[in-house]
């Protein structure tokens, strides 16, 4: 079992940076690769980024490519999210996911690409 939380979502201005986390309990966090998603209201829960277990495989969104940039800290157990110029059609709340894989898993764009979930996080840009 892999326990993942959350955390630096927030209400921002369109054009702000923010930095997501999401932190990894249980098992050996480099067993995983790992994935950022959002869901807006109404909407289905969107891929945005994958990170294979090292960090040097990385894969976005093209409505993300360019602004989104995501990272892991093996030490930490962590992954993250770097959010540039944020839009307020970047609203969600954001949820990050974790695969136990070794590099890069078929369906790693799909939710049901991924085993574990966090409970997610809001972020709301405003115009």
């Known amino acids: 079992q892999v326990q993942l939380v959350e955390s630096g979502g927030g209400l921002v201005q369109a054009g702000d940076s923010l930095r997501l986390s999401c932190v990894a309990s249980?098992?050996?966090?480099?067993?995983?690769?790992m994935g950022w998603f959002r869901q807006a209201p109404g909407k289905e829960r969107d891929f945005l980024a994958f990170?294979?277990?090292?960090?040097?495989?990385?894969y976005y969104a093209d409505s993300v490519k360019g602004r989104f940039t995501i990272s892991r800290d093996n030490a930490k157990n962590t992954v993250y999210l770097q959010m540039n110029s944020l839009k307020p059609e970047d609203t969600a709340v954001y949820y990050c996911?974790?695969?136990?894989?070794?590099?890069?898993?078929?369906?790693?764009?799909?939710?049901?690409?991924?085993?574990?979930w966090g409970q997610g996080t809001q972020v709301t840009v405003s115009s």
């Open positions: 996911a974790a695969v136990g894989a070794a590099n890069v898993p078929r369906g790693f764009q799909e939710r049901t690409g991924y085993d574990y």
């Open positions: 249980g098992r050996t966090f480099s067993s995983y690769a």
């Open positions: 990170i294979n277990w090292s960090g040097y495989i990385a």
